[in-house]
């Protein structure tokens, strides 16, 4: 009965998702920076994670947007690839964008690169992730 009634948005979906997700990677990263010989604390690891997993919650919603709209059928999948792909490069140039412009909040880098270095790094983070939600 309660599970009839619970209706929740993609907006919820999403947001639930991906927090579940950071409080997972969170542990990862408290454990990558144990044997890094850094280790750091749960409450700064599940920061630096939320602050950057959760961005995915409204770049998800823009994929699934555009899947939606361009969805890949007979007759024009051509198209379609050609506008999520172009969506998809939106998603990595802003998570590049993202993470270069909230380097001194998160410091995601010791030493900040050009910002054309964190797109590519962009790129290479996020492209799969992309097409993994389109």
């Given at each position: 009965?309660?599970?009839k009634n619970l209706k929740l948005s993609l907006w919820s979906v999403l947001l639930i998702c991906w927090t579940a997700y950071a409080f997972f990677y969170s542990e990862q990263l408290m454990s990558w920076s144990a044997a890094a010989g850094q280790?750091?604390?749960f409450r700064e690891a599940l920061l630096s994670s939320m602050a950057g997993w959760l961005t995915w919650v409204p770049f998800s919603m823009?994929?699934?947007r555009l899947v939606r709209r361009w969805p890949v059928e007979e007759g024009k999948i051509g198209l379609s690839i050609c506008v999520l792909s172009?969506?998809?490069?939106v998603?990595?140039?802003g998570k590049g964008a993202y993470m270069y412009s909230t380097n001194r909040l998160f410091g995601w880098y010791d030493q900040?690169?050009?910002f054309w270095e964190v797109f590519l790094a962009s790129v290479r983070n996020n492209?799969?992730?992309c097409w993994l939600i389109i």
């Open positions: 009965m309660l599970m280790p750091i604390g823009f994929l699934i172009a969506g998809a490069l998603v990595i140039l900040l690169p050009t492209f799969l992730l």
